[in-house]
């Protein structure tokens, strides 16, 4: 059997501290399936005096991650700090630079920093693995850049974010406000104290350019992703989505077109018959369409100690047993630069919610202003009853009418330009009392499943 494979473990968060006792707990079974011991020899982090809850006397001890990167007595560094600069940009350069293979959980880091990373990587012949960063305990990493090595991947999209999908399932099964559902997820630990990140999307975004690059082939651009996160969801977008036979879900999803690669994040209407609809709670799921395969979903969760550090140590096992691949699997020369797609019809249509002055000729204004648009309505509805939750407190007397009343609109395929414009011609015809809602739907059901 060869030397034990060293490894230092920078950062001891929740991740940081399962990684240690995942080792522990299960060094021989890994030591039989990669044919090499794997050994934690140093940890480090800021304060030696935090209860993690492992015992740490066994390690080398670094207040220093960077003196630990350059420390000859690792093989790989596990960089679990986080963030896209300052001490995990530093750590994991040096480590690489030094020969040492690293495994990150960082997506935001090499979301910016991935094909500057990727090529030091190469050029110093060590892997640079990153499963932990991308829905947690699911592995698509692995899934994209080898088991699919014989398709061409037209389209990868998901639930990548356990906190917003949790805020969402619980406005449904509640009837709770977003505010409301946002405070209950802090306090289960679901949600940061400040959770910009995850319900504007940002988190999402940051995971969605590293699937496209691995799905695609071409370089990350994270800067080209359309980008809209949760915050003015509210329950009647929920209440009427689910009487459509929809579920609302933040996605982000990335596809191939003739003329480029199209990324966004935002909320999405998906059939209630889909694979996708039904994961609730902090679960992800990524779908992933391609030529050969069709389609395939993978669930599981993704975030929590346990479940990215069962990720880790998959990354880790490759490298001990000799697994060295390019970091976004294929060489970085050799990725295509990013092209972004023109815009194009949405097929799915969308979903409008108004709320109208009760006056005739109302409904008339807003299918003219659509027309105008060359958009086609499928369905317009009006609802006789708002939630009480968003009754506007508005003076009506100037219009010498009763109260508004929502109205909902679904239309068949268009751009979004188009959308946006007539619904600014709509304001400008005074009928309207608050901001219109626009959601994208998603009226493909998944074909296929396999759980992971």
């Not at 420390?71 to 963030?83: F, P, R, W």
């Not at 002055?357 to 369905?379: H, Q, V, W």
Request: net charge negative; proline share 4%; hydrophobic share 40%.
């Amino acid at each position: 059997m060869q030397d034990a494979l060293r490894l230092g473990v920078a950062g001891l968060g929740t991740v940081g501290a399962s990684v240690l006792r995942l080792v522990e707990e299960h060094g021989k079974h890994l030591a039989a399936r990669c044919r090499r011991p794997i050994e934690v020899v140093a940890v480090a982090a800021r304060d030696r005096s935090r209860d993690r809850g492992v015992d740490l006397s066994g390690y080398a001890w670094y207040d220093d991650a960077l003196t630990l990167s350059h420390s000859n007595s690792i093989d790989v560094l596990v960089e679990l700090i986080g963030g896209e600069n300052g001490p995990a940009l530093a750590v994991v350069r040096a480590a690489l630079s030094s020969g040492k293979h690293v495994v990150t959980a960082n997506k935001a880091l090499l979301a910016k920093r991935g094909m500057d990373l990727a090529k030091l990587a190469e050029d110093n012949g060590v892997s640079l693995n990153f499963e932990a960063a991308i829905a947690g305990g699911i592995p698509i990493v692995k899934t994209l850049r080898e088991s699919l090595s014989g398709n061409a991947v037209t389209r990868v999209s998901g639930i990548l974010n356990g906190t917003c999908n949790y805020i969402l399932t619980w406005m449904e099964r509640e009837g709770l406000s977003f505010e409301e559902c946002l405070k209950e997820a802090q306090r289960l630990g679901y949600a940061e104290a400040d959770p910009t990140l995850d319900i504007e999307g940002n988190d999402t975004a940051h995971k969605l350019a590293l699937l496209t690059s691995l799905a695609f082939g071409c370089q990350t651009d994270v800067e080209s992703i359309y980008l809209e996160g949760i915050t003015e969801i509210t329950t009647a977008d929920i209440e009427a989505a689910d009487e459509l036979g929809y579920r609302i879900k933040l996605l982000g999803i990335a596809q191939r077109t003739d003329t480029g690669i199209e990324q966004r994040v935002h909320p999405t209407m998906v059939p209630k018959s889909s694979a996708i609809a039904r994961i609730d709670g902090v679960l992800n799921a990524v779908a992933v369409e391609a030529d050969y395969l069709g389609e395939v979903v993978l669930v599981g969760p993704g975030a929590g100690g346990n479940a990215t550090a069962s990720s880790v140590i998959a990354d880790i096992a490759d490298i001990a047993r000799g697994d060295i691949m390019p970091t976004m699997g294929r060489p970085v020369e050799d990725l295509e630069p990013y092209t972004r797609a023109r815009m194009r019809r949405h097929e799915g249509g969308y979903f409008i919610r108004l709320s109208i002055y009760d006056r005739p000729g109302a409904f008339a204004t807003i299918a003219r202003c659509m027309a105008e648009k060359n958009i086609s309505l499928e369905s317009i509805v009006q609802r006789r009853r708002a939630p009480k939750s968003e009754a506007p407190e508005l003076s009506l007397d100037a219009l010498h009418v009763t109260s508004p009343q929502p109205v909902i609109m679904i239309t068949y395929e268009t751009t979004e330009a188009d959308i946006k414009a007539a619904l600014e011609a709509i304001r400008c015809e005074n009928v309207l009392v608050g901001q219109p809602r626009m959601i994208r739907i998603e009226r493909k059901p998944d074909a296929g499943t396999a759980q992971g």
